[in-house]
T-cell receptor, first 110, second 119 residues
Framework: GENVEQHPSTLSVQEGDSAVIKCTYS??????FPWYKQELGKGPQLIID?????GEKKDQRIAVTLNKTAKHFSLHITETQPEDSAVYFC?????????FGTGTSLTVIP | GAVVSQHPSWVICKSGTSVKIECRSL??????MFWYRQFPKQSLMLMAT?????????EQGVEKDKFLINHASLTLSTLTVTSAHPEDSSFYIC???????????????FGSGTQLSVL
């Protein structure tokens, strides 16, 4: 089955700096890679996603890159703000199968 | 669009009672719904996958007689924790996969979660 690894597990950045979270996957059949943001006591919220036929996607301050050959994808958050503090999960998917990373707790220091 | 509503957001019950959690896709048809359990500071643990009108598929180690899942329509799935015990206390989250073919087709959206505390 698919195995998704996510790093780092915790990340602290100064407000205004960039944050990068990286994930790797093992199954080349995975073709859809969403990222979720989860605030304390709430369900995960889809923030950006990318399909395997695209190498990069950007939405305002967040971007995702995908390297299919190396089987890794990354989330980039620029100009971080305190409200970006949360736990972020990556996932790799094929059909109805979704495999989640172990999460990254991001803290943005004002 | 693509809103998944989950209720209740928290529930406290006595040991031995049953608790039902509802998950509704408000503006899309969810051909597949998933139920997860999440322990503090941990990732999502898939409990079961359900397709509308079919029996749920449970992950290994999840008791299907304890965690009853019903997916009777394309917009509603329920999870019933039967004869709950303190070890069932956890954060339960549902998710729904959009199968409408629209802009959010095939994407997975989560409910807001239910914190269950069994006394």
């Amino acid at each position: 089955g698919e195995n998704v690894e996510q790093h780092p597990s915790t990340l602290s950045v100064q407000e205004g700096d960039s944050a990068v979270i990286k994930c790797t996957y093992s199954d080349s059949a995975s073709n859809y890679f969403p990222w979720y943001k989860q605030e304390l006591g709430k369900g995960p919220q889809l923030i950006i996603d990318i399909r395997s036929n695209v190498g990069e996607k950007k939405d305002q301050r967040i971007a995702v890159t995908l390297n299919k050959t190396a089987k890794h994808f990354s989330l980039h958050i620029t100009e971080t703000q305190p409200e970006d503090s949360a736990v972020y999960f990556c996932a790799a998917s094929y059909g109805n199968q979704f495999y989640f990373g172990t999460g990254t707790s991001l803290t943005v220091i004002p | 669009g693509a809103v998944v509503s989950q209720h209740p957001s928290w529930v406290i019950c006595k040991s031995g009672t049953s608790v039902k959690i509802e998950c509704r896709s408000l503006d899309f048809q969810a051909t597949t719904m998933f139920w997860y359990r999440q322990f503090p500071k941990q990732s999502l643990m898939l409990m079961a996958t359900s397709n509308e009108g079919s029996k749920a598929t449970y992950e290994q180690g999840v008791e299907k007689d304890k965690f009853l899942i019903n997916h009777a329509s394309l917009t509603l799935s329920t999870l019933t924790v039967t004869s709950a015990h303190p070890e069932d206390s956890s954060f339960y989250i549902c998710s729904a996969r959009d199968g409408t073919g629209g802009p959010t087709n095939e994407k997975l959206f989560f409910g807001s979660g239910t914190q269950l505390s069994v006394l």
